[in-house]
């Protein structure tokens, strides 16, 4: 990780540890694994954080934030975002944020200790690049920034039919 990014995870580390921040994020999480305890069959569920909890602090290059809980014991398959640099934190539990690069899946066992390096709980994902989420036995919360306003976002995954075809969707589609 270069000084740069290091920099900007700094920044939004000590953003998403205030108080007043979190408090809002724990109301989100709630009702995000609400939404995953009702349905039995998805492998996360997700909700845009308004971009006004964080007080105006956030790097101008960021334009969408999301509360996303990971079941358990899953591992949520190859995804990439072509239009978009994610910057993910392990907001609760832990997990595996993988990313495929030099034809093999690397690891990045992701931690929720505020005490861990910075390295351990944030991880910076570059436009167009795979990755995918493996959980142990407990639900993983990561709080997510794009550089793409939500409604732009776009998520890319392989087609399960035909590997050679790629299937978009957009976060906020109903």
């Known amino acids: 990780m270069n000084k740069q ?4 995870l700094q920044i939004l580390d000590a953003i998403a540890r205030q108080k007043s921040v979190s408090i809002i994020i724990d109301s ?18 997700w909700e845009p954080v308004p971009l006004a909890t964080y007080g105006g602090e956030l790097p101008d290059m960021l334009h969408s934030s999301w509360v996303f809980v ?3 014991e899953t591992n949520t398959g190859a995804e990439r975002h072509p239009n978009s640099c994610q910057r993910m934190m392990s907001y609760g539990g832990s997990g595996d944020l993988q990313i495929w690069t ?6 990045n066992l ?4 505020p005490e861990k390096q910075i390295e351990l709980r944030w991880i910076s994902i570059p436009p167009d690049v795979w990755h995918r989420a493996a959980v ?3 639900n993983w919360v990561v709080l997510s920034f ?3 306003l939500g409604d732009e976002l776009i998520e890319e995954r392989p087609d399960p039919s035909d590997s050679k075809l790629i299937r978009q969707r957009r976060y906020l589609d109903k």
């Open 70 to 72: 990971v079941r358990a």
């Open 146 to 148: 794009h550089t793409v």
């Open 28 to 45: 989100i999480v709630v009702r995000v694994e609400q939404k995953l305890d009702q349905d039995t069959e998805a492998l996360l569920a």
């Open 5 to 8: 990014e290091l920099r900007i």
């Open 136 to 138: 142990p036995k407990e």
């Open 102 to 107: 030099g034809g093999r899946w690397r690891s």
């Open 110 to 113: 992701l931690v929720s200790d």
